[in-house]
């Protein structure tokens, strides 16, 4: 199992940036794709963006234009770039990695993006 840990979140006003980042504990080989979920008090669990270890990247609408995910193999971490950050991004952030023949998803810890206006 690969562990993965979250780090970044924190408290910002409306129109701020943040950046997580998800390093997993060891060098991935396998084809996988890495990502990030959040989860808002009282809602359910939505996708917010992933990226392929082939650079692929796919983003949920709400983020589109202002969220930024990028990978560095070599160090098998994921980043996401949050700008123009709104009170409705505020949730707990979860980031996954999926591998390819590996039948469980790993997670991180969580980390919480709060977003005052």
């Known amino acids: 199992q690969v562990q993965l840990v979250e780090s970044g979140g924190g408290l910002v006003q409306a129109g701020g940036s943040l950046r997580l980042s998800c390093a997993a504990s060891r060098s991935i080989f396998s084809i996988n794709v890495m990502g990030w979920y959040r989860q808002a008090p009282g809602k359910q669990r939505e996708l917010v963006a992933r990226?392929?270890?082939?650079?692929?990247?796919d983003y949920a609408d709400s983020v589109k234009g202002r969220f930024t995910i990028s990978r560095d193999n070599a160090k098998s971490t994921a980043y996401l770039q949050m700008n123009s950050l709104k009170p409705e991004d505020t949730a707990v952030y979860y980031c996954?990695?999926?591998?390819?023949?590996?039948?469980?998803?790993?997670w991180g810890q969580g980390t919480q993006v709060t977003v005052s206006s």
């Open positions: 996954y990695l999926d591998r390819a023949g590996v039948g469980d998803r790993s």
């Open positions: 990226i392929t270890s082939g650079g692929s990247t």
